[in-house]
């Protein structure tokens, strides 16, 4: 057993040839723990590699929109208005915790992708400093 660590998209393409080897194979024990070093490599790899983002939360609602083949009136019904949809869609107005209650009992979606900020205002600081800042600092 040759382990060694992961740092390049070669050595990516050796471990997985390895792992598929291994895979097809029945395995003694020491390939066993073999597989299972080389897997949790790979992951690591991968997930430094590739991250994964949370998508937003109207990436979400087209999401599924999409896969269920709603429109936005389907949506209009649940938020209000056409121009508050189209708001919200083009990421000019954020959820509020109402809409976010009503897709997910509406809709099943999981509170959780819907809650995040507005992919604009990720990373932003306040442009003020906080009220009770101002008032120690007068």
């Keep these: 057993m040759r382990i060694f660590p992961i740092r390049s998209?070669?050595?990516?393409?050796?471990?997985?040839?390895r792992i598929e080897v291994l895979m097809d194979k029945n395995r003694s024990s020491a390939e066993e723990d073999e597989l299972d070093v080389l897997a949790t490599l790979v992951a690591a790899y991968e997930e430094k590699r590739f991250p994964i983002q949370c998508?937003?939360?109207?990436?979400?609602i087209q999401f599924v929109m999409d896969q269920r083949g709603l429109r936005r009136k389907d949506l209009e019904d649940?938020?209000?208005s056409r121009a508050r949809v189209s708001e919200i869609l083009n990421g000019r107005r954020p959820l509020t915790l109402t809409m976010?209650?009503?897709?997910?009992?509406s809709w099943g979606i999981s509170a959780d992708l819907l809650i995040q900020e507005p992919q604009s205002r990720r990373g932003r600081r306040p442009?003020?400093?906080?009220?009770?800042?101002?008032?120690?600092a007068a």
Aim: positive net charge; proline residues 9%.
């Design 127 to 136: 442009t003020h400093a906080p009220r009770t800042a101002r008032r120690t």
């Design 9 to 17: 998209e070669q050595d990516h393409g050796k471990a997985l040839s």
């Design 100 to 105: 976010i209650r009503r897709l997910s009992a």
């Design 55 to 60: 998508p937003t939360p109207v990436a979400v």
């Design 78 to 80: 649940l938020l209000g």
